[in-house]
Nanobody, 122 residues
Framework: VQLQASGGGLVQAGDSLRLSCVASGRSFSSYGMGWFRQAPRKEREFVSQVTWSGGNQNYADSVKGRFTISRDNAKNTVYLQMNSLKPEDTAVYYC????????????????WGQGTQVTVSS
């Protein structure tokens, strides 16, 4: 599975962005999908995760209520809708695919996209 993330950019605090991650391959719908982010000089951290069917989602406390993850298996795409963005959301955002049902651990993800930069100015 190859993953291609897009949709990042430079926005102001309070704005919204929608990230997309398109997967190649026929088995997309069998993977749990996650979004992670990494800010400069910080470790990669979990943002959100959705199960293979889209029926269950999990979020980091820092984004709960502001971000929404979804997926369209017919389009091999997972989305991250980010609202009410804050400067502390600034990071490179990565999508990833996991064979686990639901995981927030980077080590459970076997395929990673290249990342898309999100910068939120105050």
């Amino acid at each position: 599975v190859q993953l291609q993330a897009s949709g990042g950019g430079l926005v102001q605090a309070g704005d919204s962005l929608r990230l997309s991650c398109v997967a190649s391959g026929r088995s997309f719908s069998s993977y749990g999908m996650g979004w992670f982010r990494q800010a400069p000089r910080k470790e990669r951290e979990f943002v959100s995760q959705v199960t293979w069917s889209g029926g269950n989602q999990n979020y980091a406390d820092s984004v709960k209520g502001r971000f929404t993850i979804s997926r369209d298996n017919a389009k091999n795409t997972v989305y991250l809708q980010m609202n009410s963005l804050k400067p502390e959301d600034t990071a490179v955002y990565y999508c990833a695919a996991s064979r686990e049902f639901a995981s927030s651990r980077p080590s459970d993800y076997v395929y990673w996209g290249q990342g898309t930069q999100v910068t939120v100015s105050s």
